[in-house]
């Protein structure tokens, strides 16, 4: 399951959003898995409260019906016994495992891709690719303060924006004037929203 981002600069897109998704499907398969056949993973699960909204319509997806029944009455269980006991509190508290995971592998390639960026071939790679998303950008330059390598960022991002924008020209003058011979630019608009907010799901706090 161990991922690097030097696998991540042939995709379109934030390299660091692209592992992200791809560990993120893993973990959720290999989870929804285990809590199945793991009473105590889904002990685990439940204990937790479940999954934040976003990853437990996810997992229902992955999961079958049978095992979304079998993981929701158990948490079903664990409230009715909350009200019995008169425990039920006001506020939600959900620990999901999902979002930490995630979390922690977010830290983990901000950190790997601040360490390969002081590699001039990195460099050269990551010129090529669509550059990070706007939230991973500014996690990287918090981490690199004010030196060169930062200079370096900000430069090839405006590049990779001016790049995107034309992408975005290309794209809309081609729909206006009813040409379908699409390039490259037939996604412009999906990488754009991308680069803005980084890829489906992800957390900005
Ligand atoms: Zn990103
Ligand atoms: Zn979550």
Known sequence: MERSLRVATDYRGCLICHVL??????FMAELQYRTIKEEKVRQD???SNGYCNFHFHQMARMA???GNAVLTKDLIDAEIKEIERGSFGPTLRIDCLVCKYVDEREEFYV???????????????YEATDGLCQIHLRRV??????NELSHFLLTTQLMHMKL??????VFI???RSTRRDMGDEKDSWLVAIEKMVGK???RQG
């Open 173 to 175: 003058s081609k729909i």
């Open 45 to 47: 699960v439940v204990s």
């Open 21 to 26: 998704d791809k560990d993120e499907s893993d």
């Open 200 to 202: 489906k799901g992800l």
């Open 64 to 66: 079958s019906p049978m």
């Open 141 to 146: 330059l918090n981490l690199l303060k004010e």
């Open 164 to 169: 995107l924008k034309h992408g975005l020209q």
């Open 111 to 125: 950190k790997e891709f601040k360490a390969l960026l002081s590699e001039k071939s990195f460099q050269k790679e």
